[in-house]
């Protein structure tokens, strides 16, 4: 792992974000599928059920 962080960080700034980016798409992927192949009927894992628009305890 160190060796592929390595050249990461030795990409330029466009190539750093894009890997970037890339890390961070591949597992929002993974859990859309993963969502869809055990969630699409409903279910009730408390994460699925947040709103937007639950008020913040002060």
Do not use: N, W, Y
């Not at 599928?33 to 408390?46: D, K, L, M, T, V």
């Amino acid at each position: 792992m160190d060796q592929q962080l390595g050249k990461i960080a030795s990409l330029t700034p466009h190539e750093r974000l894009k890997s970037f980016r890339l890390l961070i798409a591949v597992p929002a992927v993974a859990d859309q599928r993963r969502r869809e192949r055990f969630c699409s009927g409903g279910c009730r894992h408390a994460g699925h059920r947040l709103s937007v628009d639950t008020p913040r305890s002060a």
